[in-house]
């Protein structure tokens, strides 16, 4: 519990509406046959269209803030979530905002550098590059130059996923125990898309911390190589760990990685039909990117009768819903 105490004295900027509620969607657990299918809405943090990076950046820029940065950079790909939510939550603390986004996604679109997410990044104030991805390295040396040296710019890395990124969804781990134990459900599993791995390093720590024997299932929406997450969250669960909560026990890494399909920001028609379900069946709208791979995950798992054995089960909407706004020619795309 003092892992606990010590997080709520952290520097951290308000910025999303917490708790997000935690929701059970009847109709399409009926319709699947399986468990009690829960939803924790993190696509509802209020932040720009919301999102699983408005936890992250509440003690990142929080700690930034303390240290008296005025001028945030970061990166992502083109259509990125954590830039959009950077450059929102930049507007709302007074902070400048750069980001360096890559074309990394061979997503066709004739709006993909311009509009969704992009266009909320300028909406915001926030200054883009859009480079590709071999330009990366040289564009970051130009824009440090420009901008001045670390004392000057706060760079937070892709995704927000540092050891202090992470806090967020250590204090996510706390809500969910909250709100489960007044609920008076109990979560075996939690399925959530994973790819930078701090969501998933921070679930983890945090129901170790509190002693909630809930496992984590990172749905791997990035990395061609499963082993590549396993280390990347492993790495940062230690450092998270080592800095915060020294002697504690470590909880397991689990990835699921049978639902990337061809690749990150590529969705495909099995995961588009798990979406469609949601949608019929609840009115609700889970992203192309990321949530959607992992709501399609869970989909299959119960299909395939693997949480027979469960009563209940949750999954995080991390957000990203704004890209639709690109990728509104899926459905034709992958059929
Ligand atoms: C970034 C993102 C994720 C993945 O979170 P990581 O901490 O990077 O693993 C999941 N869903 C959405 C919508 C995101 O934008």
Known sequence: MAFIDWLHAQPRAPLGHLPTPLEMLPRLSDELGGPRI????????????????????????????????????TFGAVQSNHARQTAAACARLGLE?????????????????KGANVLFDRLCGA???????????????????????PDEVCVVP????????????????E???????ALDVHFARMYHASASAGTQAGLVAGFATLEQATQVIGVNVFHPQAQTLKDRVAALLAGVQERFDPGSSAGAVTIE??????????????????????????????????SGKALHALVDQIALG?????????????????????????????R
């Open 158 to 173: 892709a995704g927000g996923s540092t050891a202090v990124g992470a806090l967020g969804y250590v204090q996510c781990a």
């Open 175 to 181: 809500e969910v125990a909250t709100q489960s134990e």
């Open 38 to 73: 829960w939803v924790k809405r993190d696509d509802c943090t209020g932040l720009a269209t919301g999102g699983n990076k408005t936890r992250k950046l509440e003690y990142l820029l929080g700690r930034a803030l303390e240290e008296g940065y005025r001028r945030i950079l």
């Open 127 to 149: 200054e883009v590059t859009i480079v590709d991805p071999h330009e990366v390295d040289s564009a970051f040396k130009r824009l440090r130059e420009q901008l001045g040296g």
């Open 306 to 334: 693997r949480l027979a054995d469960q009563q209940d089960v949750l999954l995080l909407h991390s957000g990203g819903t704004s890209v639709w706004g690109v990728y509104e020619n899926a459905f034709e795309a992958v």
């Open 257 to 290: 990685h049978g639902y990337l399909g061809e690749g990150y920001g590529l969705p495909n028609a099995a995961q588009l039909e798990a979406m469609a379900l949601a949608a019929r069946l609840e009115g609700l709208i889970f992203d192309p990117v990321y």
């Open 97 to 113: 905002c750069h980001l360096l986004l890559s074309r990394r996604v061979p997503w066709s679109h004739p709006g993909y550098e």
